[in-house]
T-cell receptor, first 113, second 113 residues
């Protein structure tokens, strides 16, 4: 069945460091891929998405490229800020299995000044 | 920007009691969802709802659960007789279309004692 495997956390980085959070997936069909972010005390917010192979999603300095050959959708940011501290969730939706979302376990990121 | 809202933010109940979690989806959206996240675990799909009926549900969504859209704006999740293992964060989501991005509410934390 469909699933998402996400890099375990927590991750602690200094401000301006480079961030990578790994995400790989298994899907029956041709999924759309998403990154959601959850700031403390808030809900899941869409950060970026990609709907087909080689698409790059980007938002707020974050990027992720849909790599079909490696079934990956790694999240990257060149220079993190304290305000990026949050939990990041990789997710997929796959029309072949309905429109439910499959989530990874979430990766907690703490950025220290 | 339109957003999904949920009430209450935190609900504490005794085992065996009924609870109703409430959600107001984005107003022009047509598809509605409930997910849950047990502490430390993945966000899991419960049910999707379209055109006043359940369109998909997971194995978790057993006879103890029901959903309803009682009026034009609210979308509710009822748990008839809560169990300790129902303690979790419950997220409501909505989307405009079947394959569209799902937008999530801030969640209701349910604690069953």
């Amino acid at each position: 069945g469909d699933s998402v495997t996400q890099m375990e956390g927590p991750v602690t980085l200094s401000e301006e460091a480079f961030l990578t959070i790994n995400c790989t997936y298994t899907a029956t069909g041709y999924p759309s891929l998403f990154w959601y972010v959850q700031y403390p005390g808030e809900g899941l917010q869409l950060l970026l998405k990609a709907t087909k192979a080689d698409d790059k999603g980007s938002n707020k300095g974050f990027e992720a490229t849909y790599r079909k050959e490696t079934t990956s959708f790694h999240l990257e940011k060149g220079s993190v800020q304290v305000s990026d501290s949050a939990v990041y969730f990789c997710a997929l939706s796959d029309q072949a299995t309905g429109n439910q979302f499959y989530f990874g376990t979430g990766t907690s990121l703490t950025v220290i000044p | 920007e339109p957003e999904v809202t949920q009430t209450p933010s935190h609900q504490v109940t005794q085992m065996g009691q009924e609870v109703i979690l409430r959600c107001v989806p984005i107003s022009n959206h047509l598809y509605f969802y409930w997910y849950r996240q047990i502490l430390g675990q993945k966000v899991e799909f419960l049910v999707s709802f379209y055109n006043n009926e359940i369109s998909e549900k997971s194995e978790i969504f057993d006879d103890q659960f029901s959903v309803e859209r009682p009026d034009g704006s609210n979308f509710t999740l009822k748990i008839r007789s809560t169990k300790l293992e129902d303690s979790a964060m419950y997220f409501c989501a909505s989307s405009l279309d079947y394959t569209d991005t799902q937008y999530f509410g801030p969640g209701t934390r349910l604690t069953v004692l």
